[in-house]
Nanobody, 115 residues
């Protein structure tokens, strides 16, 4: 079955960096776009970054220039490099893949930006 396992979250000071990883299994990873979403307390889940199967990327305005999504098809892994982190980036970060109309999610990894 489809599994997405995130890691790399933690507590970081404002201005710091973190790299999240998501290891995928149960489907042909190289054939699908992958995304990172995030959900802050009391807020809706929102897109943080997306990458197509060919490597094209897209970012919402709040993270442009600070976050970088990448993928390693040989390792079935998608990454999210987060730089210049702000307190507003505090959230649970989820890995996502859409296989047809079915969305799959990882368990999430907590990112807390605080001094």
């Amino acid at each position: 079955q489809v599994q997405l396992v995130e890691s790399g979250g933690g507590l970081v000071q404002p201005g710091g960096s973190l790299r999240l990883s998501c290891v995928a299994s149960g489907f042909t990873f190289s054939s699908y776009a992958m995304s990172w979403y995030r959900q802050a307390p009391g807020k809706q889940r929102e897109l943080a970054a997306g990458i197509s199967r060919r490597g094209s990327t897209n970012y919402p305005d709040p993270v442009k220039g600070r976050f970088t999504i990448s993928r390693d098809n040989a390792k079935n892994t998608v990454y999210l490099q987060m730089n210049m982190l702000k307190p507003d980036d505090t959230a649970v970060y989820y890995c996502n893949v859409a296989l047809g109309f079915q969305h799959y999610w990882g368990q999430g990894t907590q990112v807390t930006v605080s001094s």
